[in-house]
């Protein structure tokens, strides 16, 4: 069988005709105003579909001119500020949220209860799914774990094609229950294929949060701490949800119009939070700041910092993007307020596990990165850290492997996913089609004998 690398050889010739054929003048786009990444010119989100699940605002107008504000996140109408200090000494705030998010209200304390049973009954997988599925056919990438899995998880559904409410919600359930598990389940295979490591399988217990269960997978030594559990509760909840624009969650909404079945579409908004510019930033971060660790003489220099990360703003260091990773957002100015909160977590686990030194680096690299971005960049809104500048730090505290940063990210977001597409079903909307304009050029059709080009 040809491989991959054989066939990127054969099909080299055709590369320029692609090149060549696919590329749009930049200016046609300002001449049809077109709303390039479904974004206006000042950076904006076109308006394409209303929501009840969650509200994300950095910016207040007045008198027509946008104002920025301290960033704000709700929801169901919520604070995401006043959730996490309710949710404070747990380690099931992300199954308050998940109730939260897919049925409007905050559960009481019965309905927590038997929330929480329920996705401990849901959580196994099918028999011999993870022998069959997930051992068989081991991956490099745990994002393509998941989508695999979810994918075949269609064939062990009875009525796989049924999109009533009722059955999506109680598909949405079972996948939020069972992502932890496939997910380290994948990883764990992973491991033992690609590193020649000892293969651990432990058993998700379903008296366990969420959290609880991804360190006691995740752990050849399947304990943690209390303080370890409710840092990670806290990054679910952060995670969980940020409204109907950002690209996998409008994913979900894209495919849902379809009417075609769950397991398509979350497959469909899992390939979405793979990509690199949705769900992989965090890990960005970490690479980044090793690298300054590597080019810097003194970490705790603040001249050496600053001409490290204006180098990296020159595109002279790092990976030449030009970008210091974890600052800025599309929505957020003054600041992020997953990250305010994030941050005073990851201040308290790197005092608990001794990593202050490491913390007080991040928090210098912050806080010269946003005088740098305003003054080499001429920036005209505030900049800040947005929530990916300390998660991945704080993943690494917990001993969670880079390979799960972007399928926590998605063990997470599923809740949100899950909401907003029994919200498009339960508001029968249109299939979201928007339109392309042509810029080609019409010609004439040429027999085979005359095609000389």
């Not at 919520?78 to 905050?106: A, D, P, Q, S």
């Not at 006691?216 to 995670?239: G, Y």
């Not at 339109?435 to 010609?443: C, E, I, N, S």
Request: aromatic share 10%; charged share 25%; net charge negative.
């Amino acid at each position: 069988m040809e491989t991959f690398a054989e066939l990127r050889n054969r099909v080299g010739k055709y590369v320029e005709m692609c090149e060549q054929r696919g590329r749009i003048d930049p200016a046609l786009y300002s001449k049809y105003d077109v709303k390039r990444g479904l974004r206006d010119s000042d950076g904006r989100g076109v308006l394409t579909g209303l929501t009840e699940i969650s509200d994300v605002s950095g910016f207040k107008v007045e008198n027509g001119e946008r104002i920025p504000i301290p960033g704000e996140l709700y929801f169901q109408g919520y604070n995401i500020k006043e959730l996490v200090e309710g949710f404070r000494g747990t380690k099931h705030g992300f199954e308050e949220t998940i109730f939260l998010l897919i049925f409007g209200e905050l559960p009481t304390e019965e309905e927590l209860r038997e929330f929480m049973l329920l996705l401990g009954q849901l959580r196994p997988l099918p028999e011999n799914f993870n022998r069959d599925v997930i051992m068989k056919a081991p991956s490099k990438n745990i994002m393509n774990v998941l989508e695999r899995c979810v994918l075949t998880l269609y064939s062990y559904d009875e009525d796989p094609d049924n999109i009533s409410v009722r059955h999506v919600l109680a598909q949405s359930l079972s996948l939020i229950a069972r992502f932890p598990v496939i997910a380290t389940y994948g990883y764990q295979s992973y491991r033992h294929k690609f590193m020649d490591s000892s293969l651990v399988i432990h058993r998700p217990k379903p008296e366990l949060s969420t959290a609880e269960n991804i360190l006691r997978l995740l752990r050849p030594d399947p304990t943690f701490t209390d303080l370890e559990a409710e840092v990670l509760d806290v990054c679910l909840v952060l995670h969980a949800e940020h409204g109907g624009g950002n690209n996998s969650t409008f994913t979900t909404h894209v495919i849902t119009t379809t009417g075609t079945d769950t397991y398509s579409t979350v497959a469909g908004s899992l390939g979405s939070l793979k990509g690199p510019r949705h769900g992989g930033a965090n890990h960005k971060v970490q690479q980044m700041v090793a690298d300054l660790k590597a080019n810097v003489e003194d970490a705790e220099n603040d001249a050496q910092i600053r001409a490290y990360l204006t180098k990296v703003l020159n595109k002279q260091a790092f990976d030449g993007a030009g970008l210091i990773y974890g600052m800025g957002h599309a929505i957020y100015t003054i600041s992020d307020p997953r990250a305010e909160i994030l941050k005073s977590y990851a201040k308290k686990l790197s005092e608990a596990e001794g990593y202050t030194k490491e913390f007080e680096l991040y928090d210098r690299i912050e806080r010269i990165a946003k005088e740098l971005i305003t003054k080499n960049r001429d920036v005209k809104k505030p900049v800040c850290a947005n929530v990916d500048f300390y998660s991945g730090f704080v993943y690494s505290v917990l001993k969670i492997p880079v390979e799960l940063f972007t399928p926590v990210f998605a063990i997470s977001r599923i809740a949100g996913w899950s909401a907003h597409r029994i919200e498009e079903l339960v508001s029968k909307g249109k299939i979201i089609r928007p339109a392309y304009k042509y810029v080609g050029t019409h010609r004439e059709y040429l027999p085979i004998e005359e095609r000389n080009w």
